[in-house]
């Protein structure tokens, strides 16, 4: 035995409120405290709340408070030195995990809270049926730790790339060309994953689709599950209209130990990592992996001192199919990998609550891992559009090693050394298609392809982003034969200022 001052949690709280009604509605903050309270009970200690020195909160997006954690403090009968609120990104609550993990074991923190919320199922409620919702004063947050950046560039967004729905399937269109499937060997892929992930949401008391599905239910387009942006239909898009709140309770071993919290109930953070992908989409190396996820992860593996071979279950980031099969890639494993994918049934079907679902995540894989005590666990968090990645490593075996962060810039640094192709914003020529999407409306028809291409015959040129031509027919065919490799020419628009692509 060391002396050895180990990050570890534990308590963990989830709730998820079914609200139909705007009477049952409850606002983010108070989803919060409930959570924390929880997360106290767990730890078998609930005068620990009043002993917090750090209460960190997710952003969110249902309801902009001033000062959340400062309300959340106040909720919970805390009173502490350390205060923080976040920017936008999914892989934010494991991020604050690992950081608040140094942070104690440097004796900055003795004992932290992270939490989020979110109550947008509410706040849709409130909307169709023009209800007030009689909540806490709303504002600006005063202080936003992290980077504020948007995640996409001007130009993006001017061909209509703007938001996950639609940058995600660049992503799943790429990984099937670079797999070599054809349109249909890859929807009964994606089927078979998604439907896998919904079984064990199934068995999820906090999942807000706790129900499983055929792969045929969810790659079947039709009225219910309308095709959203090819190749997702509705069922495989993560679910953000949910009011869900997570809580984790952060300490050291001997906080932990000092406190009376009994052993069983802690899991320490074995391993962590984070990086950043090229921050724009226009950017990247290629659409098919991420440089910084694999980073992350292995950073992660390395610090732990374990190899992949050594996890027993994984929750790897599932806003879309894509960021799983992007993960599985960075772990060099296949999508029929006996080992669980998800703990909790993954943000289509557990629910994406905003930027929190990480937090679900890490609260599930805490469960599993108490029961079963010499296991192994990893969490991977997703932010923006396959941008920023976290890992951690969890069990509920003490560690063998001192614990020690390496700093994220190191890995940082390797990625960014990468080069990024040449981009041009107006494109003219003969060109290639690297990756695309076909975007449709509410009412199931296609209205906009989007398109990744790549000047000259080979596709060696300049990068450029375009969208082809409204043509109802051409559209169609985008989502039934690849399209990716394919030759055209593309052109300028000076009146839209967007690139026009026609295939050849």
Known sequence: MT?????????????TNRSERIEDAVEPVELMARAAR????????????????????????????????????????????HKLYTAVGGETPQRLVNETAEAI???????????????????????????????????NPEHVVGDTRAGFTEVEARHG??????????FENAVRAHQGLSVEEHQRRLGELC????????????????????????????????????????????????????ALIVTGSETARELGIPEEQWVYLWGCGEARDKWFVSERLNYHTSPAMKAAIQRSLGMAGLTVNDIGAFDLYSCFPSAVQLGLDALGLKPDDPRPLTVTGGLPYAGGPGNNYVSHSIAAMVERLRERRHDYGMVTGNGWFVTKHSAGIYSARRPARPWKRTDPEIDQGHVDAQESPEFVEHADGEAVVETYTVAFDRDGEP?????????????????????????????????REEFVGRRGRVRHDAGTGRNVFVSA
């Not at 849709?124 to 709303?138: C, E, N, Q």
């Not at 055929?214 to 790659?219: C, L």
């Not at 375009?466 to 051409?474: G, I």
């Open 3 to 15: 002396n050895e001052n180990y990050p570890v949690i534990v308590g963990v709280g989830q709730l």
């Open 38 to 81: 929880t997360a106290a009970e767990d730890a078998g200690n609930t005068g620990l709340l009043a002993k917090l020195d750090s209460v960190q909160v997710v952003n969110q997006m249902t309801w902009p408070y001033p000062d959340a954690p400062g309300a959340l403090a106040a909720r919970i009968g805390a009173s502490p030195a």
């Open 105 to 139: 074991v440097e004796g900055r923190i003795k004992a932290a809270l992270i939490a989020g919320a979110e109550a947008l199922n509410s706040r849709r409620i409130a909307r169709k049926t023009g209800a007030h919702l009689d909540w806490s004063v709303r504002g």
């Open 161 to 170: 790339a703007t938001m996950p729905i639609r940058m995600y399937p660049l």
């Open 195 to 246: 439907a896998r992930m919904t079984r064990v949401a199934a068995a999820n008391p906090h999942a807000w689709f706790p129900q499983a599905r055929t792969a045929d239910e969810i790659t079947t387009v039709g009225r219910e599950n309308r095709m959203v942006c090819f190749p997702y239909p509705k069922l495989m898009n993560a679910i953000i209209e949910t009011d869900q709140a997570a």
């Open 447 to 479: 209205e906009q392809g989007i398109v990744i291409g790549r000047l000259g015959t080979d596709g060696s040129g300049a990068r450029f982003f375009a969208n082809t031509p409204p043509d109802r027919d051409s559209l169609w065919s985008m989502t």
